[in-house]
């Protein structure tokens, strides 16, 4: 059964204090993996797609990286505007996206 | 150039009602997507269109729920009547073509039924 699961649940972070998001994954067929960003009140937000392992993509603070299994979304010196919901989908060769619950993010200050 | 459009942004019902949702995909797009999102919860495909046909419709709650896409461009997404359980944001997205590309996001159709 196709399957993602993102951790943690929730992450309080003080301003600057880096981290990484998980992502893993258990599909057939995997098309990309997508990493978008929710504020509340607001559709998802597209920050970046991966499509095969070992490949990694970069914007401003965040860095996205990609295994067979899983996709780590790393924080580097993190402010309060970068505080939402992030969220992960893969994208399936039957053009279907399947999406994580996502993690909480909150930065402060 | 325009994001998608979705409307309306809240809506507020009482159990039993019809409501509609309208949607406008980026422009060249001709794949659109109706999602559903539960609170605390990550979006869940309801129907998936490429151009007028409608490919993917097998999490669409039939019995209440239908949506057209008339010409291949705008969308609407009708329940009828709506149910208690039917109160979550109801997201438009699109993309050009589907499996890998990126699909981008409405700010969504925030329902709730009383």
């Known amino acids: 059964e196709d399957q993602v699961t993102q951790s943690p649940e929730a992450l309080r972070l003080q301003e600057g204090e880096s981290s990484s998001l998980n992502c893993s994954y258990t599909?057939?067929?995997?098309?990309?993996l997508f990493w978008y960003r929710q504020d509340p009140g607001k559709g998802p937000e597209f920050l970046f797609t991966?499509?095969?392992a070992g490949e990694e993509k970069e914007k401003e603070r965040l860095k996205a990286t990609l295994t067979k299994k899983e996709s780590f979304l790393h924080i580097t010196a993190p402010k309060p505007e970068d505080s939402a919901t992030y969220l992960c989908a893969v994208g399936k060769n039957t053009d279907k996206l399947i999406f994580g619950t996502g993690t909480r993010l909150q930065v402060f200050p | 150039e325009a994001g998608v459009v979705q409307s309306p942004r809240y809506k507020i019902i009482e159990k039993k009602q019809p409501v509609a949702f309208w949607c406008n995909p980026i422009?060249?797009?001709?794949?659109l997507y109706w999602y559903r999102q539960n609170l605390g919860q990550g979006p869940e495909l309801l129907i998936r269109y490429e151009n007028e046909e409608a490919v993917d419709d097998s999490q669409l709650p039939k019995d209440r729920f239908s949506a057209e896409r008339l010409k291949g461009v705008d969308s609407t997404l009708k329940i009828q009547p709506a149910e208690l359980g039917d109160s979550a944001v109801y997201l438009c997205?699109?993309?050009f073509g589907g499996g890998g590309n990126t699909i981008y996001f409405g700010e969504g159709s925030w329902l709730t039924v009383v």
């Open positions: 599909v057939s067929g995997l098309r990309g």
């Open positions: 997205a699109s993309s």
């Open positions: 422009s060249g797009h001709n794949t």
């Open positions: 991966l499509y095969s």
